[in-house]
């Protein structure tokens, strides 16, 4: 058998431009998958590097795994998006009903509640979303808003730092932190 070696050679490059331009696709696919992984990077990510971890983080947590549960996410959140608060309740309530262990869509629900003014269900909704997902810095950073809309810089403050330590480069925990920092930690001299 006589082998054709300006054959094979062409063969072994192309494997390996293949192997070269594939892998770190696939490292990059499954990497968007491993919460661990991503909120580990994110902790210690540049800012730049940080805007890219959270929309992998959000994608991730925003994937209940049914399409019938993420349409009712959709037009939950599409109605927030257009101001119909009630509309917006009702499909993320019939998510909450249907798919009680999936944190986003009680997070998505808690934010239609504060913004038509019903604090109370919107603190029970932040509650399960971070019972389920204890990581999702935008929970507490909603948290941190409801006990600062109720006269508790304190427990606010704290609220913000602890979505803080898990993301460093949050521009609305950061403006928050410094809005309250004199307030609660006093004036430096």
Same mark, same amino acid.
Request: avoid cysteine.
């Given at each position: 058998?006589?082998?054709?070696?300006?054959?094979?050679?062409?063969?072994?490059?192309?494997?390996?431009?293949?192997?070269?331009?594939?892998?770190?696709?696939?490292?990059?696919?499954?990497?968007?998958?491993?919460?661990?992984?991503?909120?580990?990077? $994110?902790?210690?990510? %540049?800012?730049?590097?940080? @805007?890219?971890?959270?929309?992998?983080?959000?994608? $991730?947590?925003?994937?209940?795994?049914?399409?019938?549960?993420?349409?009712?996410?959709?037009?939950?959140?599409?109605?927030?998006?257009?101001?119909?608060?009630?509309?917006?309740? %009702?499909?993320?309530?019939?998510?909450?009903?249907?798919?009680?262990?999936?944190?986003?869509?009680?997070?998505?629900?808690?934010?239609?509640?504060?913004?038509?003014?019903?604090?109370?269900?919107?603190?029970?909704?932040?509650?399960?979303?971070? $019972?389920?997902?204890?990581?999702?810095?935008?929970?507490?950073?909603? $948290?941190?808003?409801?006990? %600062?809309?109720?006269?508790?810089?304190?427990?606010?403050?704290?609220?913000?730092?602890?979505?803080?330590?898990?993301?460093?480069?949050? %521009?609305?925990?950061?403006?928050?932190?410094?809005?309250? @920092?004199?307030?609660?930690?006093?004036?430096?001299?």
């Amino acid at each position: 058998m006589i082998i054709n070696t300006s054959n094979l050679k062409a063969i072994v490059a192309a494997t390996l431009l293949s192997v070269t331009i594939i892998l770190p696709f696939a490292a990059n696919a499954q990497d968007s998958t491993d919460e661990p992984a991503l909120l580990s990077a $994110l902790a210690g990510a %540049e800012s730049s590097q940080a @805007r890219r971890l959270d929309r992998q983080l959000q994608a $991730l947590w925003s994937k209940s795994g049914s399409a019938a549960m993420d349409l009712l996410l959709k037009r939950g959140i599409d109605g927030i998006e257009r101001g119909d608060l009630p509309e917006a309740i %009702e499909h993320l309530t019939a998510l909450t009903d249907h798919a009680p262990e999936f944190s986003y869509g009680w997070y998505q629900r808690a934010r239609a509640y504060f913004l038509i003014g019903r604090y109370g269900p919107a603190v029970a909704d932040l509650e399960r979303a971070l $019972l389920l997902n204890p990581n999702d810095y935008n929970a507490i950073f909603a $948290l941190g808003n409801v006990f %600062e809309l109720f006269r508790d810089p304190e427990a606010a403050y704290q609220a913000y730092l602890r979505a803080q330590a898990i993301h460093p480069h949050h %521009e609305d925990v950061s403006t928050a932190l410094n809005r309250l @920092r004199r307030s609660v930690v006093g004036k430096e001299l």
